[in-house]
Each structure stands twice: as structure tokens, then as C-alpha cells.
T-cell receptor
Framework: EAQVTQNPRYLITVTGKKLTVTCSQN?????MSWYRQDPGLGLRQIYYSMNVEVTDKGDVPEGYKVSRKEKRNFPLILESPSPNQTSLYFC?????????FGPGTRLTVL | GEDVEQSLFLSVREGDSSVINCTYTDSSSTYLYWYKQEPGAGLQLLTY?????DMKQDQRLTVLLNKKDKHLSLRIADTQTGDSAIYFCAERFDNQAGTALIFGKGTTLSVSS
């Protein structure tokens, strides 16, 4: 089944404790991206990657890092999480005209 | 900069048609999308339309695009309670820096029986 998977689905952590949210797609898509969804703000793009070893900042990249060492994986790294990074995070991958989203990761930073 | 606007709420009765509207600012958009997000779930691609099309129909869904006015709408015929969700409009544009999808804030559709 073609899909985008994210792990973990839920995470509660404390300020400053590094964490990684994994994202994997099995559709051989070149383009992948990360979004955060916040009430009243909709979806905002954090980072995107056009292909392996090519990553670029989106609209809200501060406090986040990504890597794209292989086509299928695009992890989101929070080196020192802060409470304002409490949000719902979506990974997505795209080929041509269709973008597919993962199920979301709800992150709470205390 | 690029912006996508949607009304925040729409309430309809079961069996009626729903029309969700969206306006966008970037005239160089290549594709426009509608996504559906059910409670606690991710975003599901409903349909999309190429920017040189006026209309696209897919079963109960009709997308209308007025490129001159930069207005996009999604009509759901015979709305059911299962259509209750948040609907996001998104525009895609491509430039030298790459491609991006800009999302609206979402329209919450509430369907009452």
C-alpha cells in the first residue's frame, strides 16, 4: 500500500531534550516536506526537500533541522525543543501533481 | 507574498449542497488543491485542478476555478454527515527556488441531520 508513515504519532517531551520525528514514504517520490498545523494558522511549511541531499527552508524553519540521506526518509529534528513547538506535524511526499500526507505527529513540549 | 483565504465555518443540512470558497493571490499558481481532514486524522487529497481549467467534476465533487478573480470553490452535492471535516484549499506555485504549496486556514464543514 502506497503511504507516508510518521513516528511517533504522539510525543510529550520537555524543553531542551532533543527529539527526532521520522518520516518514510514507499512511493519513490523525490519531493518531501514537513508542515506544522496550529489552530487559526492552518498548515505552514517547515522544510522541504526536492531530492536526496537537497533541502530548503520553508516558511517557519527556525528551531528545526532536516536531513535527506536517502529518498524514502526525511526526518525532522528538534535539537532543543521549546513549548512554542507544541503542534501537530505532518510529513508529505509528492510526485507530479499529487501530494500525500502522513497521519500526523502530535508533539507537546512542556 | 502568496496568500490563500477561506471562510472558517460552513454549516449545512444533510442532503443539501455545500459550497466552500477560497481565494488566492498568486496568479502564477499551476495547480489548486482541495484536501479533507477528518477529526484526529491527516490530510486526504480530495481533488485538484490545473490552473488552465475552469471546472472539474469527480462524483459528488465539483471544483470551479475563476482564474481572473483568483477564486476557487468546492461544491459537494448531497452532503452527508460523513462529509463533516475541515477542508483546506491550497495553491501550488513553482519558481526558481523550487515548488511550494500554500494552504488556507481551513473551512470547518458541519453537517446536521
Amino acid at each position: 500500500e502506497a503511504q507516508v508513515t510518521q513516528n511517533p504519532r504522539y510525543l510529550i517531551t520537555v524543553t531542551g531534550k532533543k527529539l527526532t520525528v521520522t518520516c518514510s514514504q514507499n512511493m519513490n517520490h523525490e519531493y518531501m516536506s514537513w508542515y506544522r498545523q496550529d489552530p487559526g494558522l492552518g498548515l505552514r511549511q517547515i522544510y522541504y526537500s526536492m531530492n536526496v541531499e537537497v533541502t530548503d527552508k520553508g516558511d517557519v524553519p527556525e528551531g528545526y533541522k532536516v536531513s535527506r540521506k536517502e529518498k524514502r526518509n526525511f526526518p525532522l529534528i528538534l535539537e532543543s525543543p521549546s513549548p512554542n513547538q507544541t503542534s501537530l506535524y505532518f510529513c508529505a511526499s509528492r510526485q507530479y501533481n499529487e501530494q500525500f500526507f502522513g497521519p500526523g505527529t502530535r508533539l507537546t513540549v512542556l | 507574498g502568496e496568500d490563500v483565504e477561506q471562510s472558517l465555518f460552513l454549516s449545512v443540512r444533510e442532503g443539501d449542497s455545500s459550497v466552500i470558497n477560497c481565494t488566492y493571490t498568486d496568479s502564477s499558481s499551476t495547480y489548486l488543491y482541495w484536501y479533507k481532514q477528518e477529526p484526529g486524522a491527516g490530510l486526504q487529497l480530495l481533488t485538484y485542478i490545473f490552473s488552465n481549467m475552469d471546472m472539474k467534476q469527480d462524483q459528488r465533487l465539483t471544483v470551479l476555478l475563476n482564474k481572473k478573480d483568483k477564486h476557487l470553490s468546492l461544491r459537494i452535492a448531497d452532503t452527508q454527515t460523513g462529509d463533516s471535516a475541515i477542508y483546506f484549499c491550497a495553491e501550488r506555485f513553482d519558481n526558481q527556488a523550487g515548488t511550494a504549496l500554500i494552504f488556507g486556514k481551513g473551512t470547518t464543514l458541519s453537517v446536521s441531520s
